[in-house]
């Protein structure tokens, strides 16, 4: 079975500081990974996603996350956080293919705070 | 629809009570998911549709809950006897195919339970 762990719930920065968010995941397989954002009160949204090709991901916004498979990592970052960007942040790896398996597997969140 | 419609936005209930969520997923996408988010947490999944049929129900929690989508568009998620563990917000999704785990997730703002 898959999973993720995102190793930091809360992440506290200062506006024009670089962020990193960490993750880390667990698959038999070759997974798809995505990092999604929640603003309050509003639907799931992509930020981008990781499917085999490029290790280095663009999204939206600004940020970037980086496929490593040795160290079975999946973080994301961003060179300088904007106040906007202060919401709660999941790591999320597909479900297996050949199982039959659709479903994605969410990390438990990690929620930015931006600071003026 | 522009995007996943979900109503109600809040629902509150008395335990033990009968409750039906609806979902109108993205008008062309065959496949449809439930999710539930406690607070928190990141979502937990529920069922997964491909077209009318529930390909992968293995996270519904136990038998009062269940789901149907009778004509490939539309889904309600129903639970019977309500529980105060009940309480989370339910999110739906829809993407277009499923055949793939890289296929995007376009999410619902969710329908927030609380039982009482």
């Known amino acids: 079975a898959q999973s993720v762990t995102q190793l930091d719930s809360h992440v506290s920065v200062s506006e024009g500081t670089p962020v990193l968010l960490r993750c880390n995941y667990s698959?038999?397989?070759?997974?798809?990974l995505f990092w999604y954002v929640q603003h309050p009160n509003k639907g799931l949204q992509l930020l981008l996603k990781?499917?085999?090709?490029?290790?280095l991901v663009k999204g939206i916004n600004g940020f970037e996350a980086e496929f490593k498979k040795s160290e079975t990592s999946f973080h994301l970052t961003k060179p300088s956080a904007h106040m906007s960007d202060a919401a709660e942040y999941f790591c999320?790896?597909?479900?297996?293919?050949?199982?039959?398996?659709?479903?994605?597997?969410f990390g438990s969140g990690t929620r930015l705070q931006v600071q003026p | 629809g522009a995007g996943v419609s979900q109503t109600p936005s809040n629902k509150v209930t008395e335990k033990g009570k009968y409750v039906e969520l609806r979902c109108d997923p993205i008008?062309?996408?065959?496949?449809l998911y439930w999710y539930r988010q406690s607070l928190g947490q990141g979502p937990e999944f529920l069922i997964y549709?491909?077209?009318?049929?529930?390909?992968?129900d293995s996270g519904l929690p136990n038998d009062r809950f269940f789901a149907v989508r009778p004509e490939g568009s539309v889904s309600t998620l129903k639970i019977q006897r309500t529980e105060r563990g009940d309480s989370a917000v339910y999110l739906c999704?829809?993407?277009f195919g499923g055949g793939s785990g890289a296929n995007v997730l376009t999410f619902g703002a969710g329908s927030r339970l609380t039982v009482l």
């Open positions: 999704a829809s993407s």
């Open positions: 698959s038999s397989y070759s997974p798809s």
């Open positions: 990781y499917t085999s090709a490029a290790t």
């Open positions: 999320v790896v597909s479900g297996r293919v050949d199982t039959g398996r659709r479903a994605l597997t």
């Open positions: 008008s062309g996408h065959t496949a």
């Open positions: 549709f491909q077209g009318t049929g529930a390909a992968d």
